[in-house]
């Protein structure tokens, strides 16, 4: 299926059977019959036909014909088995083709006003040309879309965002209903707004399931952000020929907008009444969060190129302020969480009970993460705090199945799901753990939170219609009536900044239980696999290797190594190191990293977080000294702002060079004087940036100045294509000569 469904009469009955049709769809030349069992898998992006309201012409690098759309004889007077292998010149005139390859939008062909795009699809250039719609239509200029802009920007919430958005698109585009739709984490959709006709019912905060949606509709959704179908009733278009005959496969469509849809969403539509359609996608981060979905009830409706492209700027402007919603949302909730944070963990440093103790006596230990109980297991020793209803056994799977070495916070909330053996005998139903060992662990628990969801149709229809088999095809359903469903098994679902204060509690602890503890072996495993990461994080167009080398004669250090994203998409960039050895330099090393972490998320600046970590040190980490080294990366624009105090100068590399960065540097942290300066620089594809903490370089029997000359010398020669962990772990291995000292590398490469 190519779209979204939404209710529409008052009966629910299910999927249509029928006897399979005994032809190919015109609809979609290029492939064959589709029904509901095949929809997720439907090559929807080459149908091989187009819509009739323009034509389409497929041009190779010399501007010839080798694919057009069987109706170019209408505009062009040329048969499409003659269109093949003429120029673009000779089929609309030499000087408009010079226009159209020059990009331009409205013209004239012959005595006929049109409207003119064009993008690439693989090696072709596909122009479409479109008469201009004669719909009546509110005039554009630049006073009304800056109004538009300026109205969106005062919505006070996402929601109010949204029913100004859908007013704002309907006035422009003349829909008899304007929906917008926002998805959740499992790809089901909500009605969150909507305008519509007076004589019409409203869909608002009606559901629809994930299925209704596949996965290549998405795709296409978010490369392609507008769909328009003019006439739900269209015949069909073939492009000629439907194979393209330099690739031997369909003409990939797209990003076109004249694009044939899938005769199942044309199903959905007409089994709704709908004659006309055209949604616009809202994107936050890169990621598809939304449609805005236009309905009309009244025969066909194409509105001008010039208003769908406004609504489609509008819907841009919309996704960018969504976007800024949500993240201002997030950091107002983060901060507050972190206010609770910091409370407990000045409680549990001050308290002279065991860190495990005071932490599950704390107050504010279940408000913390919004939960109704926890569970603590230390060693085989387990502390129940709140409502928890499950019997060790219970506890111990739950723990099992959420645990994850690459993450030290994970939750569900639907935990029946995840451990299936616990059946409906407990009213838990979300669960949070920290910890990295197996018997090692802190549960929070949420209980269920039963939902009533009203769809637009019964959800599960399709499956249950599958068992009817090969004999019949599944059609869309013809009743879309409101289908109220009570949900059960889940809670309420854990915020991504939940997981955020619930790991730095459990690395709080860490630290807590290391400067306590006498088992400094036990403990060191511990930090490292819990704070200094065996793996690296993955981001988007950028390669990231990391290595932690502990000193040969200690199992703990004041070595780490950070690196995430913030909320604004810039990725920080952390390599620091904390004087001595010991329990005492890990517990220091993690409350200076967890102090770096919140400070970043708070918005400072690079230099601004070093001062206000010296300033820390000075006051409660007295006689501790670190250094540390920050990069922050835009990785939009290939820059990245750094900071040092009294570290090691970052080394940037290109092929066969490498040279320190000239970076100002502020005494070490834990002096209390002081101020930090921070530098950009550009970062181009295929450079790389070394930070590394002294122990690399530093012996007492050689010369500083020469054993870094020579390290800077082995990264420009081995560096060139090769692989970047490989290449980290060849500076290590080389000048790991038994050096006493702790050393952590991080390299990070603009792909």
């Known amino acids: 299926m190519d779209h979204i469904m939404a209710p529409q009469s008052s009966s629910s009955e299910g999927p249509v059977l029928s006897p399979p049709p005994t032809h190919t769809p015109a609809h979609t030349p290029?492939?064959?019959?589709?029904?509901?069992?095949?929809?997720?898998r439907e090559p929807i992006h080459i149908p091989g036909a187009i819509q009739p309201h323009g034509l389409l012409l497929a041009l190779d690098a010399e501007q010839r014909a080798v694919t057009v759309s069987t109706n170019?004889?209408?505009?062009?007077?040329?048969?499409?088995?003659?269109?093949?292998?003429?120029?673009?010149?000779?089929?609309?005139?030499?000087?408009?083709?010079?226009?159209?390859?020059?990009?331009?939008?409205?013209?004239?062909?012959?005595?006929?006003?049109?409207?003119?795009?064009?993008?690439r699809s693989g090696d072709r250039l596909v122009v479409e040309i479109e008469p201009v719609s004669t719909v009546d239509q509110v005039r554009l200029t630049y006073r009304s879309t800056r109004g538009a802009m300026a109205r969106l920007a005062q919505a006070s919430s996402v929601g109010d965002l949204a029913a100004r958005l859908a007013l704002e698109v309907r006035t422009l585009l003349g829909f008899d209903r304007v929906m917008v739709y926002r998805f959740d984490q499992d790809w089901n959709g909500e009605v969150i707004a909507e305008?519509?006709?007076?004589?019409?019912?409203?869909?608002?905060?009606?559901?629809?399931?994930?299925?209704?949606?596949?996965?290549?509709?998405?795709?296409?959704?978010?490369?392609?952000?507008?769909?328009?179908?003019?006439?739900v009733d269209y015949v069909p278009v073939p492009l000629h020929p439907v194979l393209d005959p330099g690739t031997g496969a369909p003409l990939d469509l797209s990003h076109a907008s004249l694009r044939s849809v899938s005769p199942i969403h044309l199903e959905y539509l007409s089994h709704m009444s709908v004659t006309a359609s055209m949604s616009i996608s809202l994107m936050v981060d890169g990621q598809l969060w939304g449609l805005v979905a236009c309905h009309h009830y009244s025969g066909a409706h194409r509105p001008s190129q010039d208003a769908r492209s406004a609504a489609e700027f509008l819907g841009q402007v919309a996704s960018q302020l969504a976007g800024d919603r949500e993240r201002a949302d997030k950091r107002e909730r983060t901060l507050a969480a972190q206010t609770v944070l910091g409370r407990m963990a000045a409680r549990t440093a001050a308290s002279l009970?065991?860190?495990?103790?005071?932490?599950?006596?704390?107050?504010?230990?279940?408000?913390?993460?919004?939960?109704?109980?926890?569970?603590?297991?230390?060693?085989?020793?387990?502390?129940?705090?709140?409502?928890?209803?499950?019997?060790p056994d219970q506890l111990q799977a739950i723990a099992t199945a959420l645990r994850d070495p690459l993450s030290y916070a994970t939750s569900t909330d639907r935990v029946t799901e995840l451990v299936p053996g616990l059946g409906d005998a407990s009213s838990v139903a979300g669960v949070l753990r920290v910890g990295s060992d197996s018997d090692r662990w802190l549960l929070?628990?949420?209980?269920?939170?039963?939902?009533?969801?009203?769809?637009?149709?019964?959800?599960?229809?399709?499956?249950?219609?599958?068992?009817?088999?090969a004999h019949v095809r599944l059609s869309p359903r013809r009743s879309f009536d409101k289908w109220r469903q009570v949900v059960r098994g889940r809670s309420t679902p854990w915020a991504p900044w939940k997981l955020e204060v619930a790991d730095a509690l459990g690395k709080h602890?860490?630290?807590?239980?290391?400067?306590?503890?006498?088992?400094?072996?036990?403990?060191?495993?511990?930090?490292?696999?819990?704070?200094?990461?065996?793996?690296?994080?993955?981001?988007?167009?950028?390669?990231?290797?990391?290595?932690?080398?502990?000193?040969?004669?200690?199992?703990l250090g004041g070595d780490w190594w950070d690196s995430f994203a913030l909320a604004d998409g810039r990725i920080v960039f952390v390599v620091g190191d904390v004087a001595g050895h010991g329990v005492s330099a890990a517990s220091a090393m993690t409350q200076v990293r967890t102090a770096l972490r919140a400070y970043l998320f708070e918005g400072h600046s690079p230099a601004t977080c070093l001062d206000k970590l010296d300033l820390l040190m000075?006051?409660?980490?007295?006689?501790?000294?670190?250094?540390?080294?920050?990069?922050?990366?835009?990785?939009?624009?290939?820059?990245?702002?750094l900071a040092s105090a009294g570290h090691p100068p970052p080394m940037l590399l290109t092929r066969g060079t490498a040279y320190d960065v000239d970076l100002p540097v502020r005494p070490l942290l834990g002096v209390g004087t002081g101020a930090?300066?921070?530098?950009?620089?550009?970062?181009p594809p295929g450079a790389a940036l070394l930070l590394y903490t002294d122990g690399l370089v530093e012996r007492r029997s050689a010369d500083l100045d020469e054993r870094t000359e020579r390290l800077r010398a082995l990264a420009a020669d081995t560096y060139a294509d090769s692989d970047l962990q490989a290449w980290v772990d060849r500076l290590i291995e080389v000048h790991d000569d038994g050096g006493g000292d702790d050393t952590t590398v991080l390299a990070l490469r603009m792909a």
């Open 30 to 40: 290029a492939y064959g019959e589709v029904d509901l069992t095949t929809c997720d």
């Open 72 to 119: 170019v004889d209408g505009l062009l007077g040329v048969a499409p088995e003659d269109a093949i292998g003429r120029t673009l010149a000779e089929l609309v005139g030499a000087d408009l083709a010079i226009a159209i390859v020059d990009g331009v939008e409205t013209t004239t062909l012959g005595d006929v006003d049109v409207e003119v795009r064009q993008h």
């Open 195 to 231: 305008e519509k006709r007076d004589d019409l019912n409203s869909f608002l905060g009606l559901h629809y399931p994930a299925t209704d949606i596949p996965a290549q509709a998405r795709r296409l959704y978010s490369v392609n952000w507008t769909r328009l179908i003019a006439d």
């Open 353 to 391: 009970e065991s860190p495990l103790v005071s932490v599950m006596e704390d107050p504010e230990l279940l408000s913390l993460v919004d939960a109704t109980g926890a569970v603590l297991s230390y060693d085989g020793v387990v502390t129940v705090r709140g409502n928890v209803d499950l019997a």
């Open 444 to 469: 929070w628990f949420r209980p269920e939170q039963e939902r009533v969801v009203d769809w637009g149709g019964d959800p599960t229809n399709k499956e249950l219609a599958a068992a009817e088999g």
């Open 509 to 555: 602890l860490i630290g807590l239980l290391l400067a306590r503890s006498r088992d400094t072996i036990a403990m060191a495993e511990s930090i490292q696999r819990s704070v200094v990461s065996d793996e690296p994080p993955t981001f988007d167009g950028i390669e990231l290797a990391a290595r932690y080398q502990p000193a040969s004669t200690f199992k």
């Open 618 to 641: 000075a006051g409660l980490l007295d006689e501790r000294v670190a250094t540390a080294v920050l990069a922050v990366l835009d990785p939009r624009a290939g820059r990245v702002e």
């Open 676 to 683: 930090a300066e921070s530098v950009e620089l550009d970062l």
